[in-house]
């Protein structure tokens, strides 16, 4: 069988949703649209907008195939985030968006039901972001809803089941932190049995997996092949690791950005990791174990992020470092290594503002990254993917933090590549590039020792 060479890639991320058409060749996007991810308020909670993101990708499949002619299909999206599907293949219920803080409501009563973290790897995790979670409040605030639900299946499988009409699941989706699956067997857990879903959820699937080809009515609608191949999909994160199991070799750390920084780390050393902590157990496309921390980095970046300042100097560096300009976390208090600690400025409380502000915040995504590095076990390079591997302040205090090689992917969106190559291009090396800073490393090494001993201070008083 031929390697399809275009590959459209449905990427849909809880900012925005996209569809990519990637050449497994050159490993570049030919093509992207995007529209904004929009959560619509109810009734019966916030949910996705899965009608006007149905209606946008036909269309940008349509155009795409007009335009290249498409190959395969590959799906990614965010975790956290399941559809429930009635006997005919509609929702049963809205998709839930995982940061409604309904299933709040009965975290006392989740919590006596849900698997020890040393079977899940998943931490406990504030709103919806256990799947577990939301699937007990689903089911206790809509009670026909467990009757209704014939099938359970995640994000990723939901619009590859769109396409195809194959319902499964896949191992990277299951394996961040839904607490359904056990990462050490490869198989779901023991919550499934309990909540009362193990007929409902879709068959477990690696990310690889061919699902089939496109429904007749989806080749009538845009015009693609009836034999056009689509793949079962991949959680976003793994999506991003993806191109580096295949190619590199361990050990090695992928930090992989976007509204969340995840680091994830292949060949990891032994460490024990703390669930309260936003440490979790990912799985990796081919079903293997990867020991890994997070936090809410993009999303905090918007929040402090000063968008009326030119790019910093060398003097605003400078001026970061002598003052001892820090922020301290956590900028999202509910997720991350310093979970429940609220974020201070130094000196004195004090926010700093402009280009100043930006270096500092820099400085703190590098520090909070680190810091997840090293919880985690990481060892080996670290690839960063994504838009901050364009940020020298970060990559500066990166290399100064952990005293390990830095590689940033060439790749605009890790996501998009890594989703395609599921469907082949194995042989396919990801492009990396060294990064060779031109930096005082020993003035950001001891920024980033005081930044350790401010927080440690803080974590004291709290």
């Given at each position: 069988m031929t390697t399809p060479r275009h590959i459209a890639v449905i990427d849909i991320g809880k900012t925005n949703a996209k569809l990519a058409l990637v050449d497994l060749k050159s490993l570049t996007e030919l093509a992207v649209v995007t529209r904004p991810n929009t959560v619509?308020?109810?009734p019966p909670w916030p949910h996705f907008d899965v009608d006007g993101h149905w209606a946008f990708l036909l269309s940008g499949l349509t155009k795409f195939h007009e335009e290249f002619g498409i190959d395969g299909i590959s799906v990614?999206?965010?975790?956290?985030?399941?559809?429930?599907?009635?006997?005919?293949?509609?929702?049963?219920?809205?998709?839930?968006?995982?940061?409604?803080?309904?299933?709040?409501?009965?975290?006392?009563?989740?919590?006596?039901?849900?698997?020890?973290?040393?079977e899940t790897g998943s931490p406990r995790l504030a709103g919806g972001l256990n799947i577990g979670a939301q699937l007990h409040w689903q089911f206790h605030v809509d009670p026909g809803l467990v009757e209704r639900t014939h099938q359970?299946?995640?994000?990723?499988?939901?619009?590859?089941?769109?396409?195809?009409?194959?319902?499964?699941?896949?191992?990277?989706?299951?394996?961040?932190?839904?607490?359904?699956?056990?990462?050490?067997?490869?198989?779901?857990?023991?919550?499934?049995?309990?909540?009362?879903?193990?007929?409902?959820i879709a068959p477990a699937k690696c990310s690889t997996h061919l699902l089939g080809p496109i429904l007749p009515e989806i080749s009538d609608a845009t015009g693609l092949p009836a034999d056009t191949p689509v793949?079962?999909?991949?959680?976003?994160?793994?999506?991003?690791?993806?191109?580096?199991?295949?190619?590199?070799?361990?050990?090695?750390?992928?930090?992989?950005?976007?509204?969340?920084?995840?680091a994830m780390s292949v060949g990891a050393k032994p460490v024990s990791l703390d669930p309260s902590r936003d440490t979790l157990i990912n799985v990796s496309a081919l079903g293997q174990p990867v020991t890994s921390a997070r936090f809410m980095g993009g999303r905090e970046y918007e929040l402090i992020h000063d968008r009326n300042c030119v790019d910093a100097s060398a003097e605003d560096v400078n001026s970061v470092l002598d003052n001892r300009i820090m922020l301290l976390?956590?900028?999202?208090?509910?997720?991350?290594?310093?979970?429940g600690i609220r974020s201070h400025w130094l000196p004195d409380g004090n926010e700093a503002v402009g280009s100043e502000?930006?270096?500092?915040?820099?400085?703190?995504?590098?520090?909070?990254?680190?810091?997840?590095?090293?919880?985690?076990g990481g060892r080996g390079d670290i690839i960063i993917e994504g838009p901050i591997g364009r940020n020298p302040q970060y990559l500066n205090m990166l290399r100064a933090a952990t005293?390990?090689?830095?590689?940033?992917?060439?790749?605009?969106?890790?996501t998009s590549i890594g989703a395609a190559l599921l469907l082949g291009g194995k042989s396919t090396r990801a492009t990396l590039d060294h990064v060779y800073l031109d930096a005082d490393l020993q003035r950001l090494k001891m920024y980033s020792e005081r930044w350790k001993r401010s927080v440690s201070e803080m974590k004291n008083c709290s």
């Open positions: 619509l308020l109810g990614t999206t965010h975790g956290a985030c399941v559809a429930l599907l009635d006997k005919d293949g509609n929702l049963a219920a809205p998709v839930l968006d995982y940061e409604h803080e309904g299933p709040e409501s009965l975290s006392t009563e989740y919590d006596h039901i849900r698997p020890a973290f040393e359970i299946v995640t994000y990723p499988q939901f619009w590859s089941y769109r396409l195809t009409g194959v319902a499964s699941t896949d191992v990277t989706s299951l394996g961040c932190h839904t607490d359904l699956w056990n990462p050490t067997k490869g198989e779901f857990s023991t919550l499934v049995e309990t909540l009362g879903i193990s007929k409902k793949v079962c999909g991949i959680h976003d994160s793994n999506a991003s690791l993806f191109p580096h199991i295949l190619t590199q070799e361990s050990p090695f750390s992928v930090v992989s950005t976007g509204t969340w920084v995840i976390p956590s900028v999202d208090p509910k997720s991350g290594p310093f979970k502000r930006n270096v500092a915040l820099s400085f703190y995504l590098a520090l909070m990254t680190a810091e997840c590095l090293g919880i985690s005293g390990r090689h830095i590689k940033i992917s060439k790749s605009s969106t890790g």
